[in-house]
């Protein structure tokens, strides 16, 4: 009965469309073996297992065998949807390899794998190029491709590329693509601002000889787009022209909000009398003024969670020329170094926003000041140090 087995088999072929056959035929060969006989497999009959390469997904976790049988090893568990390369087959068992351990998983809780679509490369002819049915220089030709075109290469056989264009799809002769030059997406041009230090006119040229847009303020922050002569050609708020580029500066400069002794009137208000351009009262949301027991003309004011609670402040602009020495006299006189552990000074210099959303610097207690403040501190619940009483 074996003799005519390995007969029919080889009357009826090789190969992966046999493979099932000899598989079913061979299983029955074993069940007619008497007891105790090994099973007849396919080395057994003198033909070598047909290898296959197939692609499968596990639809559960599953284990991975030692053989072909429940009863076999478990060699390790192989997770859900996990893709597996099947390189053989006899019955209802597929073999493969995972994590470097090959056996045998049952074929019930395998799927096929989604197919794949190949990456397409891009390519530029180099000369008017056929598009052939075939990849063979005897093939119809289906069309010309201009020479400088743009095409997606979607697989490659020896000398040839396949590819479509213009709804036909075919081969081309590979030595007459180039590779697309990788290029980047332009970069947008950083935007570069200045900022006016004085009222200043906007004008239609780079001359004072043009004629004046109007008067840019002091301290708007504009748009640089680009210089000629000592001018510099701006976006602002009163339009697009020039400025004489004396008149800005690279770095914006903060005015100083200022609430207790330097305001103006007070004690110390000699630091800035004569060094500011502009001077005008605002107020800083999110913040109370503390005066210290005992020493009510000593304010601070401190951060709260509490947005409505406000502090009545001068927002001082200062001279351009006299800013650096006006911010040290300041610093001095508020003992404020930046150098120093922050928490232990009385006041910190830090940038602050008002109502009018403009930024400012501002000396705001410390943290151990302001936690001793909010337990035994006056509060000042008008938040203006001039009706602090």
Partial sequence: MITALVL?????????GVHGVVDAQAAEVSRTLPPGSAPVTLAALGIGATTVKLTKVTTNNLNLRSGRSTSSAVILTIPQNTKLSITEVIDDWSKTTHKNKSGWLSSAYLKNAPATTPTAVKKITTNNLNLRQAK??????????????????????????????????????SAY????????PP?????????????????????????????????????????????SKVKTSKGTGWISSKYLKTKEQYAVSVYGTLRKGQSAYYLLRGRTVKESTTKLSAFNMY??????????????????????????????ESYKSALASLDKWERYDANKPLADQNYNRKIVTDING????????????????????????????????
């Fill in 8 to 16: 029919a088999i080889f009357v009826t072929g090789s190969g992966a």
């Fill in 177 to 184: 693509l180039k590779n697309v030059t990788g290029s980047k």
């Fill in 358 to 389: 403009r930024k400012s610097w501002a000396y705001l207690g410390g943290s151990k000041i302001s936690k001793y403040l909010t337990q035994n501190g006056i509060r000042v619940n008008s938040g203006d140090y001039l009706k602090r009483y």
């Fill in 291 to 320: 005066l210290k027991p005992n020493q009510t003309w000593w304010s601070f004011i401190v951060p709260t969670t509490t947005k409505s609670r406000t502090v009545v402040v001068e927002r001082m602009d200062i001279k351009p």
């Fill in 187 to 231: 970069t947008k041009p950083s935007v570069s601002y200045r900022w006016t230090t004085a009222n200043v006119n906007v004008r239609k040229g780079n001359s004072t000889q043009y004629a004046s847009l109007g008067v840019v303020p002091f301290n708007e922050r504009v748009t640089y787009i680009s210089g000629s002569s000592g001018w």
């Fill in 136 to 173: 063979s220089t005897s093939s119809k030709i289906l069309l010309s491709i201009p020479k400088g075109t743009t095409i997606s290469v979607t697989s490659t056989s020896g000398t040839w590329s396949k590819t479509s264009y213009k709804s036909q799809s075919g081969w081309v002769a």
